[in-house]
């Protein structure tokens, strides 16, 4: 079942096309009108369970549970 969107603040997120795709569940960003980017887990991890991410010169391990949800630590 679709859920309701006769509220503007609903509508938001709206299917949002990016470079022709259609990204359910992503709208533009409302101070720049940019989409944010979006990347799939099975391409970041490449079928590993633990990826390492250099951010600002720390590095953090992103890693992936049993139950499939992502842990990102520093």
């Known amino acids: ?5 006769s ?3 609903e509508t938001l997120f709206d299917d949002f ?12 960003d409302a101070s720049s009108g ?5 990347v ?13 991410i250099v951010h600002q010169g720390a590095v953090y391990q992103l890693r992936t549970t049993r139950q499939g949800k992502l842990i990102l630590t520093k």
């Open 40 to 52: 799939d887990s099975a391409a970041l991890f490449q079928g590993q369970d633990v990826v390492h």
């Open 17 to 28: 096309s990016l470079n022709g795709q259609s990204t359910p569940g992503f709208a533009p």
């Open 34 to 38: 940019v989409a944010p980017a979006r």
């Open 1 to 5: 079942m679709k859920p309701d969107r």
């Open 7 to 9: 509220s503007p603040a």
